[in-house]
């Protein structure tokens, strides 16, 4: 049994991504979804989302060029990252806001473990989330379906810096980054 502690839900997840998405993608997502529905966990930081709305919307912003060529987006973060499930190497997250990817382990429930365990440490040293506290402090909380998103973009010769993030839809801000610069292939 998958436990999170502080899963805040958001919506219960439709049967039918259930049953289409059942052997696609790892089964300790399936048992998420069907105990926890999508929403928010690791301090806010991390969202379940719904991976055929992805797929859909920022599918050609995964950037997946190598293996088998399978990329299921399964969360996003709040600073904007995707983070998908990979058969041939297990959890990736795109970093959109640093141009890079991090592998987050062959298994799910390793990377849920890490954050269980580590918090907010392992959160930091995984994504360099240090500025999404700092916001939260700032802004409020986000809602569900948006992200801190540094304007501009850090690619751009934005700085890093709390008052440089600003409350987005997450769906547009992928693509934005995208179309700015491009996808990180992987």
Same mark, same amino acid.
């Given at each position: 049994m998958v436990e999170i502690a502080d899963f +805040?839900?958001?919506?219960?997840?439709?049967?039918?991504?259930?049953?289409?998405? $059942?052997? %696609?993608?790892?089964?300790?997502?399936?048992?998420?979804?069907?105990?926890?529905g999508f929403?928010?966990?690791?301090?806010?930081?991390?969202?379940?989302i719904d991976p055929k709305l992805y797929e859909a919307e920022v599918?050609?912003?995964?950037? !997946?060029?190598q293996g088998d060529g399978i990329a299921v987006p399964i969360m996003v973060?709040?600073?904007?990252?995707?983070?998908?499930?990979?058969?041939?190497?297990?959890?990736v997250a795109i970093l959109f806001r640093e141009e890079r990817i991090?592998?987050?382990?062959? !298994? @799910?429930?390793?990377? @849920?473990?890490? +954050? %269980?365990?580590?918090g907010a440490e392992e959160l930091?040293?995984?994504?360099?989330?240090?500025?999404?506290?700092?916001a939260v402090a700032a802004q409020g909380e986000l809602p569900y379906d948006q992200s801190?998103?540094?304007?501009? @973009?850090?690619?751009l010769g934005g700085k890093a810096q709390v008052e440089n993030l600003h !409350? $987005?839809?997450?769906?547009p801000a992928i693509q934005v980054a995208v179309d700015l610069q491009g996808v990180i292939g992987h």
């Open positions: +805040v839900p958001h919506a219960p997840v439709p049967a039918e991504i259930v049953d289409e998405y $059942r052997g %696609r993608v790892p089964d300790e997502l399936v048992e998420i979804w069907e105990t926890y929403g928010t966990f690791g301090e806010g930081f991390l969202r379940i599918g050609d912003c995964i950037g !997946k060029t973060t709040g600073l904007g990252d995707l983070i998908t499930w990979e058969p041939s190497l297990g959890v991090v592998g987050l382990g062959t !298994k @799910l429930s390793t990377f @849920l473990t890490l +954050v %269980r365990l580590d930091s040293e995984t994504f360099n989330w240090t500025p999404f506290p700092e801190f998103i540094f304007v501009p @973009l850090l690619s !409350k $987005r839809e997450t769906i």
